[in-house]
T-cell receptor, first 115, second 112 residues
Framework: DAGVIQSPRHEVTEMGQEVTLRCKPI?????LFWYRQTMMRGLELLIY????????DSGMPEDRFSAKMPNASFSTLKIQPSEPRDSAVYFC?????????????FGEGSWLTVV | DAKTTQPPSMDCAEGRAANLPCNHS???????VYWYRQIHSQGPQYIIH???NNETNEMASLIITEDRKSSTLILPHATLRDTAVYYC?????????????FGQGTELSVKP
């Protein structure tokens, strides 16, 4: 199993530009999560999907952020327009619902720098 | 908000057992205790989880107190590669959200 795959691994962009982060969850997983990590705020849950449907987006910081999951094998997190304070590591994670608790597997992250 | 309390940092000698404590006094009966770790610049890595009983796998052991208000993660023979931030997380079942909410964790330093 290839694990959760994220792209790009690193991105440097200028303030005001659109940023799109991509995620391929583990095959067969029906939950997908987007997290953001900064030194100041630690790991924050932004949004999560179940069967491609957004369930909880209460962690999305503002309207500049949007996430989609058009199918079971692909999700995007978009920032438009980007700002320097969006600089962070963005993690995608996935899991499969089961009876006895479920492991969430994380990707290696997308390191975003907005200058 | 995170529902757990962990010491911010701990040291451990290489080859010795590392015992990482976690308090979760407000845990509900159907919430699981999960442990993850994050090695610098990598994504969080699952270690172990439990509901009521003690658990053991190839990485670690999880000891949960009978009242479930605290737990201890045990790395039996710590190595330098175990240096990481360890997160203790209380997680509701999926029919109540199932979200993993991370706190600040414990930064474990394994020293030679």
């Amino acid at each position: 199993d290839a694990g959760v795959i994220q792209s790009p691994r690193h991105e440097v962009t200028e303030m005001g530009q659109e940023v799109t982060l991509r995620c391929k969850p583990i095959s067969g997983h029906d939950y997908l999560f987007w997290y953001r990590q900064t030194m100041m705020r630690g790991l924050e849950l932004l949004i999560y999907f179940n069967n491609n449907v957004p369930i909880d987006d209460s962690g999305m910081p503002e309207d500049r952020f949007s996430a989609k999951m058009p199918n079971a094998s692909f999700s995007t997190l978009k920032i438009q327009p980007s700002e320097p304070r969006d600089s962070a590591v963005y993690f995608c994670a996935s899991s499969r619902q089961g009876a006895t608790g479920n492991t969430i597997y994380f990707g290696e992250g997308s390191w975003l720098t907005v200058v | 908000d995170a529902k757990t309390t962990q010491p911010p940092s701990m040291d451990c000698a290489e080859g010795r057992a590392a015992n990482l404590p976690c308090n979760h006094s407000t845990i509900s009966g159907n919430e699981y205790v999960y442990w993850y770790r994050q090695i610098h610049s990598q994504g969080p890595q699952y270690i172990i989880h439990g509901l009521k009983n003690n658990e053991t796998n190839e990485m670690a052991s999880l000891i949960i107190t009978e009242d479930r208000k605290s737990s201890t993660l045990i790395l039996p023979h710590a190595t330098l590669r175990d240096t990481a931030v360890y997160y203790c997380i209380v997680r509701p079942p999926y029919n109540q959200g199932g979200k993993l909410i991370f706190g600040q964790g414990t930064e474990l330093s394994v020293k030679p």
